[in-house]
């Protein structure tokens, strides 16, 4: 009896429970269907039109700032600097004295031979007054010729040394010219590597000077960088030159090239600057990139023509930074945005256009 009065009460209990959660979910369903739709989010997006005009592709570089000539000047013969006569950036004329170095040496070399020369002079005299008289012997018969060939050997060897003693005094005074260091050519002095005072060893720099004239190299790889001689190179913007070669030697496993400027840069030599080479210029029709849409079978152009979004298939010839020529242009307006919003443009329905003419 208890038994069958348990299950009665579960079973009462399980209907009670159906029940209960039947209607629940009826009055959650209503509920639901109740709730006011959500909003769907309206897409923006700008349009653009193509433009006829000239691109540039530009590439850039680190350079730096070099003299176009330089050179470092030293002495051909050692000696003590008496004194230097510029300073560094001074500009000096060619043939212009920039180094004296001591002569006292040299003069007294040349004072010595001098007295040299006046002995010898008299010993050539002698000799010649001796070889006269033996002549005269000789042709009388009272002289061997022997002696007269001795006397004529003993003058030959004194016209031999007074010849050589003129020779060195000469060269001596020729030497004294290298005693003062000239400016090959008109220019800036760069730097002064001795002073006043200081030992001047045979082919120790002295004097760096360079012609005032500058120019501007730069390495990069041949594999990457197409660099050629003639193209344009800028500066913000500005061009500032053209590359005049290609240098046959690499440094540190880079090619480098030399910038013949064509304006001033107000920087000093060893400067390093940004410039840009254009290496490669076109004429055509230009979009921005951001109305590019990439896709697996080529690139596209989402254009806006009867209120509407369509793909066109564009070919691309090369791009900028900023801005594509393309080989055909496009006489639609187009869509410009990141590449996820243009690829929705194609199924949203809630576009609006912000700049549709």
């Given at each position: 009896?208890?038994?069958?009065?348990?299950?009665?009460?579960?079973?009462?209990?399980?209907?009670?429970?159906?029940?209960?959660?039947?209607?629940?979910?009826?009055?959650?369903?209503?509920?639901?269907?109740?709730?006011?739709?959500?909003?769907?989010?309206?897409?923006?997006?700008?349009?653009?039109?193509?433009?006829?005009?000239?691109?540039?592709?530009?590439?850039?570089?680190?350079?730096?700032?070099?003299?176009?000539?330089?050179?470092?000047?030293?002495?051909?013969?050692?000696?003590?600097?008496?004194?230097?006569?510029?300073?560094?950036?001074?500009?000096?004329?060619?043939?212009?004295?920039?180094?004296?170095?001591?002569?006292?040496?040299?003069?007294?070399?040349?004072?010595?031979?001098?007295?040299?020369?006046?002995?010898?002079?008299?010993?050539?005299?002698?000799?010649?007054?001796?070889?006269?008289?033996?002549?005269?012997?000789?042709?009388?018969?009272?002289?061997?010729?022997?002696?007269?060939?001795?006397?004529?050997?003993?003058?030959?060897?004194?016209e031999s040394s007074?010849?050589?003693?003129i020779a060195k005094?000469?060269?001596?005074?020729?030497?004294?010219?290298?005693?003062?260091i000239r400016a090959?050519?008109?220019?800036?002095?760069?730097?002064?590597?001795?002073?006043?005072?200081?030992?001047?060893?045979?082919?120790?720099?002295?004097?760096?000077?360079?012609?005032?004239?500058?120019?501007?190299?730069?390495?990069?790889?041949?594999?990457?960088?197409?660099?050629?001689?003639?193209?344009?190179?800028?500066?913000?913007?500005?061009?500032?030159?053209?590359?005049?070669?290609?240098?046959?030697?690499?440094?540190?496993?880079?090619?480098?090239?030399?910038?013949?400027?064509?304006?001033?840069?107000?920087?000093?030599?060893?400067?390093?600057?940004?410039?840009?080479?254009?290496?490669?210029?076109?004429?055509?029709?230009?979009?921005?990139?951001?109305?590019?849409?990439?896709?697996?079978?080529?690139?596209?152009?989402?254009?806006?023509?009867?209120?509407?979004?369509?793909?066109?298939?564009?070919?691309?010839?090369?791009?900028?930074?900023?801005?594509?020529?393309?080989?055909?242009?496009?006489?639609?307006?187009?869509?410009?945005?990141?590449?996820?919003?243009?690829?929705?443009?194609?199924?949203?329905?809630?576009?609006?256009?912000?700049?549709?003419?």
């Open positions: 009896m208890k038994k069958k009065i348990i299950t009665l009460i579960f079973i009462i209990l399980a209907a009670v429970a159906v029940y209960s959660g039947r209607q629940l979910l009826q009055k959650r369903k209503a509920e639901i269907e109740n709730l006011p739709l959500p909003l769907v989010k309206k897409l923006r997006v700008d349009l653009a039109y193509a433009k006829e005009g000239r691109l540039e592709d530009k590439e850039k570089f680190l350079a730096q700032i070099k003299a176009k000539k330089s050179i470092k000047l030293s002495t051909k013969l050692a000696g003590y600097i008496k004194r230097v006569y510029v300073d560094e950036s001074d500009f000096v004329n060619k043939n212009q004295t920039l180094v004296e170095i001591d002569k006292e040496e040299i003069l007294l070399n040349i004072k010595a031979l001098d007295s040299a020369i006046m002995a010898q002079r008299s010993d050539l005299a002698f000799a010649k007054e001796v070889y006269r008289r033996n002549l005269k012997l000789y042709r009388a018969g009272a002289l061997a010729k022997e002696k007269l060939d001795a006397s004529k050997v003993a003058l030959k060897a004194k007074l010849k050589n003693s005094k000469n060269q001596l005074k020729h030497q004294l010219n290298y005693l003062k090959p050519f008109s220019g800036y002095i760069e730097a002064i590597l001795l002073h006043e005072g200081d030992l001047a060893a045979v082919g120790r720099p002295i004097i760096a000077m360079y012609n005032g004239k500058k120019k501007v190299l730069f390495s990069f790889s041949p594999k990457r960088s197409p660099i050629e001689p003639s193209l344009k190179v800028l500066q913000n913007n500005e061009v500032i030159g053209y590359i005049d070669r290609i240098y046959p030697t690499a440094k540190n496993a880079l090619a480098v090239a030399e910038v013949k400027l064509t304006k001033d840069i107000p920087l000093p030599l060893g400067s390093n600057l940004e410039i840009e080479v254009v290496t490669k210029e076109a004429t055509g029709c230009i979009v921005p990139n951001n109305a590019l849409l990439h896709k697996k079978d080529g690139t596209y152009i989402v254009v806006y023509k009867d209120k509407k979004f369509h793909l066109r298939r564009v070919e691309v010839l090369f791009s900028s930074d900023s801005y594509t020529l393309l080989k055909e242009c496009i006489k639609e307006p187009f869509a410009v945005a990141n590449e996820t919003k243009l690829a929705k443009l194609l199924v949203y329905k809630n576009v609006e256009v912000n700049n549709e003419q």
